[in-house]
């Protein structure tokens, strides 16, 4: 019987590092739940039916009279019954004599994940029987009144971590899937996680936790939002797609360090690492520039970090955009491995290449290349194939793969056209040893360098299947990117500008004069937090001024300013300059956990289509709910049918 560590390592409170672990581990560990000084254990039983938990007992605890509450794990042979709750597993000794033959028929009969009640005294187990691995292995329970609190009915999946099932029924069973022990690890250390940095942002550093409301109204820019309707014909309250307005108010009114806890909703459509409704910790302050945020946020992190992992190393490192771009093309680069993008331009000027040849030939054309190391080793033709399939079906893009091994010959057609000289000196800039891959491109730097980039990541998905460890699950990574420019073009138009990070970003003081001229060259003072190459957080510091915030909002990103007069007047009346940030919690407690999915540490997420597949909402509504509110559902031409069937049914979603 197999005991998870993970509790003991949960209460052993947050200052000390105990290992490298990524993931929780079914371990074999009998730590006593003993703390650090700093922390109290927590009282898991006061006002309650049970005197214990099923894990926590021990050889100190023999002759005691317990009473445990759990679920029955386990039962063998009608003899013996493992009993669970969330702390653990623990033996219970069926009694087998006539006069507790009442006790016996509850503990054989009720079926496996009933809830019982039993009281009892602890034991030892007879010399020989121990358990090693179960840290509750040296005792057992004999009993002496048992009762059955509730049977369980046959179940969808069994409550092992190890029985695999698919996403979309542990979705459909929530609360039962929360049961497991993965489930359990994560949402306890995200409690811990946010207790912690309640505790520095509030108890050490004089922060205030203010609730803002959700029910608001559209802002212009950003991210779409979710529209509530309301008793007034035509007028529509909107979720937040964060508190973003009401703490800059805030430091107009002179709260001067928030935070809250704040659910925000974003109707963006399904990504792997999004939700609808996500939780950030969203912090402002006044009076504070880019550096005063920075350290916060590196104190908060590391005040915060589970004991389990290595402790944090601040300050983090930094980095420009430009600079990110340019060597890890893109503006979260995962800095746990190498493979940056080189440009090459200069050394392939008299290219025979074609391809290179035409990129070359326009005014922005570029070369860049990446080197996957010891690639010719793990790469088949097979996979190069897909990288430049990647390259052409995503970037319309070509990419040219260098092998640099003579021996051999699966050189591509092309690469022979590039002159011994040339080769020369991309080993040089590249420090290319035998058995390197060079992926080759060409275009404008912002795209070459994008591709790149993508590639980068496939190739190291691809190596790590084959067997290489590239990024080492036990590191985390951290980096800030800064110097973001303030505005970029457009998708759908490209001659208009939108906002990098949100309106409110201020521009940076030394870039101002070119608001008036060339709005696209001004850099913000707006700075993300990435993560292993996960953004898992952003802010900025805000426009305290309300002319420059009328200009950038009226002329530059052509807003409607109607929309928000309330905060242009706010800034009118005295407002402090101010800064903040917030950063993505459930994104950090993924990647603290090491869960395949940001679904994994949130009780009740919704599936990756937005549905909740345990109550089916969104779910649909009689007409005559909705005519308080004045509306009226236009149905498209072909939805009749699933209509009907959809108010009952659960979608199969994965
Ligand atoms: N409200 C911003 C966001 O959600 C963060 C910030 O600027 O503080 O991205």
Redesign the pocket.
């Known amino acids: 019987m197999y005991f998870p560590s993970w509790l003991s390592q949960l209460c052993r409170g947050l200052s000390r590092p105990i290992g490298r672990t990524t993931q929780p581990t079914w371990g074999s560990f009998s730590r006593s739940l003993a703390l650090s000084s700093q922390r109290r254990i927590p009282e898991f039983s006061s006002f309650i039916a049970r005197t214990n938990t099923c894990g926590e007992l021990r050889s100190s605890h023999l002759g005691q009279e317990v009473t445990l509450c759990g679920w029955i794990q386990y039962r063998r042979q009608n003899i013996f019954l493992v009993l669970r709750d969330f702390h653990g597993l623990v033996q219970v000794v069926i009694p087998q004599d006539e006069s507790a033959a009442s006790v016996k028929k509850i503990l054989c009969e009720a079926p496996l994940e009933s809830v019982v009640q039993v009281s009892g005294t602890v034991i030892s187990r007879p010399p020989g029987q121990e358990n090693p691995k179960m840290p509750t292995g040296e005792i057992e329970i004999k009993v002496k009144t048992a009762e059955l609190l509730n049977s369980c009915k046959k179940l969808p999946f069994e409550i092992k971590d190890f029985v695999k099932k698919t996403e979309a029924l542990r979705l459909q069973y929530r609360y039962l899937d929360l049961r497991s022990f993965q489930m359990q690890y994560n949402l306890r250390l995200r409690s811990q996680v946010v207790m912690k940095m309640r505790e520095y942002l509030c108890n050490l550093h004089g922060f205030v936790d203010i609730e803002t409301p959700t029910l608001f109204k559209r802002t212009p820019g950003g991210a779409k939002e979710f529209l509530v309707p309301s008793r007034e014909p035509g007028k529509f309250y909107s979720l937040p797609?964060?508190?973003?307005q009401f703490?800059q108010l805030l430091m107009v009114g002179g709260l001067d360090r928030y935070f809250q806890v704040a659910r925000?909703y974003r109707d963006e459509g399904s990504r792997p690492d999004r939700q609808p409704e996500f939780t950030?910790i969203?912090?402002?302050m006044s009076f504070v520039d880019q550096t005063g945020i920075q350290s916060l946020i590196e104190g908060l992190l590391q005040y915060s970090w589970p004991s389990d992992k290595d402790p944090l190393v601040v300050p983090f490192p930094s980095m420009t955009f430009a600079e990110a771009l340019a060597t890890y093309g893109t503006d979260k680069p995962d800095t746990r491995f190498g493979m940056k993008i080189v440009d090459i331009t200069n050394a392939f000027r008299n290219t025979e290449v074609r391809f290179l040849q035409d990129a070359l030939s326009k005014p922005q054309g570029t070369v860049k290349a990446m080197c996957v190391r010891e690639g010719a080793n793990y790469l088949k033709r097979k996979d190069i194939e897909s990288i430049r399939k990647f390259a052409a079906d995503h970037f319309n893009e070509e990419v040219l793969p260098v092998f640099l091994k003579a021996k051999e010959n699966w050189n591509s057609p092309v690469a022979k056209f590039i002159l011994e000289k040339q080769r020369l000196e991309l080993i040089r800039l590249m420090e290319i040893q035998e058995d390197d891959v060079v992926l080759l491109t060409a275009g404008e730097h912002k795209k070459a360098c994008s591709l790149l980039g993508k590639l980068r990541l496939a190739c190291a998905d691809l190596l790590e299947m084959k067997g290489m460890v590239l990024r080492d699950p036990a590191l985390f990574s951290f980096l800030w990117v800064v110097d973001f420019p303030l505005f970029l073009p457009k998708e759908e138009n490209p001659m208009e500008l939108e906002s990098a990070?949100?309106p409110?970003?201020a521009p940076h003081p030394g870039d101002i004069h070119l608001l008036y001229t060339e709005p696209e060259k001004v850099r913000s003072q707006h700075y993300d937090l990435v993560l292993n190459g996960t953004e898992i957080g952003?802010?900025?510091i805000r426009i305290h001024d309300a002319e420059l915030q009328h200009y950038i909002l009226a002329t530059l990103l052509k807003e409607d300013v109607k929309l928000l007069s309330h905060l242009l007047q706010a800034l009118d009346y005295g407002a402090p300059p101010h800064g903040?940030?917030?950063l993505g919690l459930d994104r950090l407690m993924c990647l603290v956990t090491g869960a395949p999915s940001i679904r994994d540490v949130i009780a009740f997420p919704k599936s990756f289509r937005g549905h909740d597949l345990m109550s089916n909402a969104p779910d649909s509504v009689p007409p005559q709910e909705l005519k308080p509110y004045h509306i009226r559902v236009s149905w498209p031409a072909d939805s009749a049918a699933e209509r009907s069937s959809s108010s009952h049914s659960h979608h199969p979603e994965s």
Do not use: L, V
């Open positions: 797609q964060s508190p973003q703490k925000c950030q969203d912090i402002e990070h949100h409110f970003t952003g802010g900025s903040g940030i917030a």
